[in-house]
């Protein structure tokens, strides 16, 4: 059921419990039905609540540029006395209203901001210009325990960005150790809201960890690394990423509504491959076995085999990135652009069926999106010369035609599954 | 009873929470305090570009001829490495005369390999922005473009303070042909 239909029938059950034709426990178990609940926020309140968040997020960049501003008149105590007041006032509000009414998660957000205006305000007073991250860390260790206390949603995505901001900038140096740590409340806070997005979010903060780990394994004396084997791995993650959202979606848990950004993402990392362009230095980069991004890409394979063994995304990329690593050669390059154009072909496919079977038009328009968008770029960009380019047309053709017969023959043979 | 206990509990542990931004923000001062109340001044030559900081305003980027500093003598130079230059004064300004892995004899800073070139190793020192309002640092750029002197306090340890940043002093006038 769509996320749509979720919401049409949790307004049903308020109006129907509103007028006293059902009671509260008998509304709560027909919900339950349908993996909703009473006290999910209505899209009024959540459009409400996320505009008043970025209304704060306004004001916290407000103050900073405030600070930026460099009232170099005042003296610097008097700057920092008046700052940290702020800091104080704010958190001070927002503890009092936390505990009164376990709201005031916007003033803690605001005083988690003041608070990073204050640092920031001590580094320019004194012109600190040394290891501008260690500033970013001070900021995230401050605002680490009231994250993990409250819980609070707002505090959990400032934590995260900076986390970012930190990971990315300290990973020229060292590597950054630290990130996971912070990703933690995040993680928490999403299981508390129960939200999907949040959970993806810390999710894909993970994955950017794990890919800056990768450029130290690649490291010389001159720095991290971004190399082959980071495509390598990154076609892991995605496996994994499928892994994750396919075992949410067969048990109801919190990733499943990930499932569009997970195609995007497929799209991203895969479309650019069917590009034959590309697979040369590919091929002719990577460091064969000995390469640690396919070593770290088959743990990440392994996890994702105990997650959710029949994610078929496990099945396709094991194979083929241990057949890149140990067979690949520069001169295959017109074979392996042909099998990804033919996986982006098959994957589309297979959308186009699922947005049909679950009456889901997103994912329908994806797949048919995706094929279109798969023939103008071979029709653009020619694979081989042009009768190479249109025996690939006519063997996509085929497979399509291949499916739809398919598809025809089992609507017509499946009890019910009549077809016009 | 039990209640107020759970209450008065939930109180303490969210006071204590917030207790490490005040804790880290007075830390932070006195780290910064430190090289100026601690610290001996000295002269550095310089020169300034203009950029701005994303949290903390405008200001002026300064490079020293000390950010290209001695390769050590000893050890592996890496990126990111910790490095103590050791200082020698020529006619009132400092100058780099080497490059160790534990702080030297004398005075010294101390700072981190950003790059490593033949026979030399980049070094930041921490030292690098002068913050000033939007108009002021854009003046102090075009003051400063033909060259500065930098002051600073630098403690035992090797940290360092930007003090304050000043144009080269004029050349004196050459004597008059005959």
Redesign the interface.
Known sequence: MSNRETRVIRREARQWLAEGLIDETQASRILARYGASLDQPDPASTASRVLTTVAVLFVGLAM??L??????TLPRLLR?AGL?LV??AL?GVG?VR??RHGLGALWLFL?GIS?????????????????FPN?VL?WM??????A???GQRSMALLLLALTMIWTVMEGH??PPWLAPLFLVPVWLAARRHRSGTLMGLALAGLFVWLNLLLCWLYHT???PRWLAGHLTFNLALLALGHALVARARARGELLAPLSPWLERLFLLLVLPLTFTSLWPSYLRDNWGWLDPGLWAAALVLLVALIVHWRSLAIWVALPALALIHGLGRPEQSLYWGLAANLLVLLVAMNWLRQGIADDDGRRFFSGLGTLLLLGLLRYLDLIGDYLGAAALFLVMAGLLYGGACYWRHRGAVAPGGGHE | MSKTISQRRRIDVVIAALVPQALILLALLGYSLYPLWSGREIVLRTAPVDPRDLFRGQYVQLRYEINQAPMPEVGVPRVGRQVFVQLESQDGVWQAVETRYTPPPGLFLRGHITSIRTGSVGVDYGIGAWFAPPEQARALERQLRAGALARLRVADNGQAALIGVEPLPEPPPSAPPE
């Open positions: 900073l540029l600070v930026s501003a460099n009232w170099d920092f940290f800091t104080g958190n503890v936390y505990l005083g608070f990073g205006a204050s640092i920031m305000l001590v580094g320019q007073m004194y012109q600190l210009g040394e290891h500033g001070l260790i401050g605002l680490l325990p009231v993990l206390v409250t140096f060292t004396d001159f720095g």
